[in-house]
């Protein structure tokens, strides 16, 4: 009982004492002027907030302002990349812990690495340094919800079969059953590509072969590693996390495939262990040079600058210099990057005698807030598209390139314009060129809108909102059938008939019954608001 009692007392009074670490300069409290720090328990020192001290070298961390709902996983995750966790306390109520490593060269690294990278769990940012603790000496009765998620992890990285008799909590673990995972990507405001896959999920071991794929509306992907104890790990520190702020979560299984076939490599699929492949889709075969880059990349090992799990939020790529690179590849959109600066997208293959700028409007305005639009005057099958930023623009791409619209496939790329230019004063254009800036039908105006996190592929299914209690399921039944396709099916929300879900017979139909009525007066002062769904009725 001493033990923990002891380890307690201490983890108090260094809970003030370790403010001292270079991470804790970014805090919200690095503005302080001066304070009082005891070193060593005796002579006090006094000194100014942004003087830097870091204690001495430790295989135990000291770990603060964690989030109060964190459990000892998602913290033995932060450890697990640097090397083999040996022990934790969790002091719930002070919202820190201690996590004790096999040996004081994984602590280094882990410090150092995240005195570059703020570490984050759950979107809070969390500090990290060492401890004034040798090693930690833990009460095991009282301890023992952590060592039973210790002895899992540790199971999977050293590949044993559960130990047997001992108390597993329902974040451990069972042994893998095969090296490749299943990963399906929830609430994808922003695209996420193979590559930013490949950085994130490499840390757990060299990465074969990823196939990525659309399936039920959703952005899905299988990936191979070279051992099942390595996707073990991953699915223990990815499963749930966010690739970036808020949004694009991870959802991982095992696959029951024990082996993926790929037969090209491109932006959809890619065998590492064989750079020589051909791309397919009558694209150029990889650049030799980038395919000798990529047979490298397996083989590599040291901390690369991707993803550390749980740690990062967003988990990839915090170097923005791999960022910047990416995103200029026009593969990745991402926070803080515009997608290589391009906010202006060309559509091109427009039925010209049906288009009209407010129809785009309607249409790109699903992926994000439309500014304005310039159908061309000398190639009017042929329109300029700005939205508000780089990953808006990455967003509509990704969705509506390839899909029809007016019974024409449409195709949709980044232009090199920066800005959408309007007429001259007093220069009439026909009506081809209009300004949205200031449109009160943009959808993501509102920063934390929920919008955000409905964001799905062109699907035959319409999620339908706004609609007055006089409106009748066959109103809208008529309304929509109107506007040249069939209604296959309707449900109204159960909870609230002010939603409802209705299904077109073909994804071309719902996309021009959305341009149709999107925004339209149902009476009642109640506009009509539509978007597409990623549930089938």
Do not use: W
């Amino acid at each position: 009982m001493d033990g923990i009692v002891t380890d307690v007392t201490v983890g108090v009074k260094r809970g003030s004492d370790e403010l001292l670490s270079g991470s804790v300069l970014s805090s919200p409290n690095s503005n302080m002027s001066s304070m009082v720090v005891t070193a060593n328990g005796n002579d006090s020192k006094k000194f100014k907030g942004e003087d830097k001290m870091d204690g001495a070298p430790s295989r135990v961390l000291h770990i603060r302002k964690l989030p109060g709902e964190v459990t000892e996983t998602e913290v033995i995750a932060l450890g697990l990349p640097f090397g083999k966790v040996t022990n934790i306390l969790m002091l719930k109520g002070k919202n820190q812990a201690f996590l004790e490593l096999a040996t004081e060269e994984a602590a280094i690294t882990m410090v150092n690495y995240y005195s570059a990278v703020t570490p984050h769990l759950r979107n809070q940012p969390i500090y990290i340094q060492y401890s004034n603790h040798k090693e930690l000496k833990t009460d095991n009765t009282l301890n023992q919800r952590a060592q039973a998620v210790l002895q899992a992890v540790t199971a999977v990285q050293t590949a044993n079969t559960p130990l047997s008799g001992t108390t597993v909590s329902e974040s451990a673990v069972t042994p893998a059953q095969s090296p490749v995972l299943r990963i399906i990507i929830d609430n994808m405001y922003y695209p996420v590509t193979l590559d930013v896959l490949h950085q994130i999920f490499t840390k757990f071991g060299a990465v074969l072969k990823i196939i990525t794929f659309t399936k039920n509306n959703q952005f899905q992907a299988l990936l191979q590693y070279g051992d099942p104890v390595n996707a073990q790990q991953a699915k223990l520190a990815l499963d749930g996390q966010n690739i970036y702020n808020a949004c694009c979560t991870l959802r991982i299984d095992f696959s029951k495939l024990v082996n993926l076939n790929v037969k090209y490599n491109n932006d959809k699929s890619r065998d590492y262990t064989r750079p020589d492949l051909p791309s397919g889709d009558g694209q150029p075969a990889l650049d030799p040079a980038i395919a000798a880059a990529f047979a490298k990349e397996t083989s590599l090992l040291g901390l690369p600058v991707a993803a550390v799990p749980g740690a990062l939020s967003p988990l990839a790529i915090p170097n923005a210099a791999a960022a910047a690179a990416a995103a200029a590849a026009g593969r990745v959109g991402m926070p803080g990057v515009s997608a290589g600066g391009n906010t202006v997208l060309l559509v091109s293959n427009l039925n010209e005698e049906m288009v009209t700028p407010q129809s785009l409007f309607t249409l790109f305005g699903v992926y994000g807030d439309v500014q304005r639009v310039k159908i061309l005057y000398n190639k009017k099958d042929s329109a300029l598209i700005q939205m508000a930023d780089g990953h808006q623009s990455q967003l509509a791409m990704n969705h509506l390139n390839g899909q029809k619209m007016y019974g024409k496939i449409i195709r949709v790329t980044l232009s090199k314009h920066q800005t959408v230019q309007l007429p001259r004063e007093g220069l009439d254009d026909q009506g081809l060129t209009k300004d949205f800036g200031n449109s009160p039908l943009h959808r993501f105006k509102k920063p934390g809108s929920k919008n955000f996190q409905n964001i799905f592929p062109p699907s035959a299914t319409l999620h339908l909102s706004n609609i007055p209690p006089s409106v009748a399921e066959e109103d809208l039944r008529t309304l929509f059938a109107n506007t040249g396709g069939t209604v296959k099916a309707f449900k109204f929300f159960q909870r609230d008939h002010k939603m409802a879900l209705l299904q077109m017979a073909t994804v071309e139909e719902a996309i021009q019954a959305l341009i149709d009525l999107h925004n339209y007066n149902l009476g009642e002062n109640h506009h009509l608001r539509v978007s597409f769904s990623k549930s089938t009725i």
